[in-house]
């Protein structure tokens, strides 16, 4: 039994080294914390993990202690010396865990209650939707409407962008993906869950609810994040980032987002253009699902691409894959089933000429 035992502490050894080597950069630390949320979090979590540990020692300790001390032995038939009642034991036993319990308990009710506090009058408002495998944002503020068309909120999908130091607001929805069954229900409204580790905790995303979560960057930086919440086929890759600028690179952005997407002059982008507006040789519609700010393209049952190769958009598709990556962007319009199983988008059977002519539009939307 010993050496079983010493197998299993080597073998928990072991695995902790391990994981303790693991380098390179790790973007969703949950104990590196860059903004307030982030932060009052992990002020909560460490001391109830130290409290959790010396428990955890304690009893798991008492029981091994009681298994070695007390096991069966050659020559033994006689049970030790029962003890029946304690009155001094029994009433320890249970003060101290009522204690110790209310030791975790009053900050936790505490942090929750200053979590699903109002937001302060300066914050941002977005309003977050969770789509299958993808995330869009939109600024519901009236600084924030686009200069174009129907004068809506600036659109992004994949990533949000967000001043550093501002306090953000967001209101999380379920979206589908425009279907509807014969009830005329909305299909693929399912339960996400938003994740940014570093900049604030989980927070479902519930089909016919709004929650809200307030989190803010504290520096400049790139955070990443995820659903957290199995969603389909495709959860694991259901990614997104959230961009920190500083006020000058954030009043850029957002002049630049508030302008239409502009006309491309490149000839191969100019005849991707047309096909997007006016339909492929297959017949596919790509303003069906998407849109393009400044065209006729205004759906919203897709990511919106009005500027999907700004440089702070970075990544597409469930942020599966960075825009400036031509390869992969390629081959999710050749066929988006083949590299993204369950994909919703169709497979439109394009000539290798007309994904060369997309391509070149797309990558003309800066």
């Known amino acids: 039994m010993r050496a079983k035992l010493f197998r299993a502490l080597g073998l928990v050894a072991l695995t902790l080294v391990l994981v303790g080597c693991s380098g390179g950069d790790k ?30 020692v304690i009893v798991e300790g008492g029981i091994v202690l009681i298994a070695i001390k007390y096991r069966h032995r050659k020559g033994r038939d006689l049970l030790p010396p029962q003890t029946h009642g304690n009155t001094r034991l029994e009433i320890g036993w249970t003060i101290l865990p009522a204690v110790v319990l209310a030791f975790v ?91 940014v580790p570093r900049l604030a905790g989980k927070q479902d995303v519930v089909p016919g609810r709004t929650n809200h979560i307030i989190l803010q960057a504290d520096e400049p930086g790139t955070y990443w994040g995820q659903c957290a919440e199995f969603c389909g086929l495709q ?30 002059t490149d000839p191969l982008a100019k005849a991707g253009m047309d096909l997007f507006l006016h339909g492929v040789s297959s017949g596919g ?56 199983l369950g994909s919703k988008m169709p497979n439109y059977h394009l000539t290798p000429e007309e994904i060369d002519q997309l391509v070149a539009y797309l990558l003309s939307l800066k």
């Not at 630390?29 to 540990?53: E, I, Y």
């Not at 961009?243 to 502009?262: I, T």
């Open 27 to 56: 973007p969703q630390n949950t104990f590196d914390p860059a903004g307030p949320t982030a932060q009052s979090q992990k002020d909560l979590l460490m001391p109830v993990m130290w409290v959790a540990a010396v428990v955890f």
């Open 105 to 195: 308990m009053v900050p936790t009710v505490s942090l929750i209650w200053d979590l699903s506090r109002h937001p302060d009058p300066g914050a941002m408002n977005v309003t977050v939707e969770g789509h299958q495998w993808w995330w869009a944002f939109r600024y519901t503020d009236p600084d924030m409407a686009v200069g174009y068309g129907d004068q809506g909120p600036i659109t992004t999908a994949d990533v949000m962008v967000i001043p550093v130091g501002r306090e953000i607001y967001l209101s999380l929805e379920s979206h589908g993906g425009g279907a509807q069954d014969a009830n005329g229900v909305t299909d693929f409204e399912v339960i996400h869950s938003f994740w």
């Open 235 to 264: 959860h694991g890759r259901m990614r997104f980032r959230v961009v920190a600028l500083d006020q000058p690179a954030w009043d850029a952005w957002v002049a630049h987002q508030k302008q239409p997407a502009a006309p491309p």
């Open 285 to 340: 519609q790509c303003i069906a699902c998407h849109a393009v700010g400044g065209t006729d393209a205004a759906a919203a049952v897709a990511p919106n691409l009005t500027h999907f190769a700004d440089p702070n958009h970075q990544c597409f598709a469930g942020c599966t894959w960075d825009t400036s990556d031509e390869a992969a962007l390629r081959a999710w319009l050749a066929n988006p089933d083949a590299v993204r």
